[in-house]
């Protein structure tokens, strides 16, 4: 995900999109545990697109309460 198209995004798409992300981790590490994943990068790629997802709610939560 690029950090341009998350920060246009609305608070309620951010949630749903940190909970899905968090679905997709969840998922990819059981695969990876069951050895039926073959694409161990996106452990790591969900879990970046989580924290930036993360990172941007935290950062407007911040500026909301500072204002």
Same mark, same amino acid.
């Given at each position: 995900?690029?950090v341009k198209?998350?920060?246009d995004?609305?608070n309620?798409?951010?949630?749903e999109?940190e909970?899905t992300l %968090? %679905?997709?981790?969840?998922? *990819?590490r059981?695969k990876?545990?069951t ?6 990068a996106?452990?790591r790629? *969900?879990r970046?697109d989580? *924290?930036r997802?993360?990172?941007?709610l935290n950062? %407007?939560?911040?500026?909301?309460e500072? *204002?």
């Amino acid at each position: 995900m690029d950090v341009k198209e998350l920060r246009d995004c609305t608070n309620e798409r951010l949630d749903e999109l940190e909970k899905t992300l %968090r %679905r997709q981790l969840f998922d *990819a590490r059981i695969k990876n545990y069951t050895n039926q994943l073959d694409d161990t990068a996106s452990i790591r790629a *969900a879990r970046r697109d989580l *924290a930036r997802v993360k990172t941007i709610l935290n950062e %407007r939560v911040g500026t909301a309460e500072a *204002a």
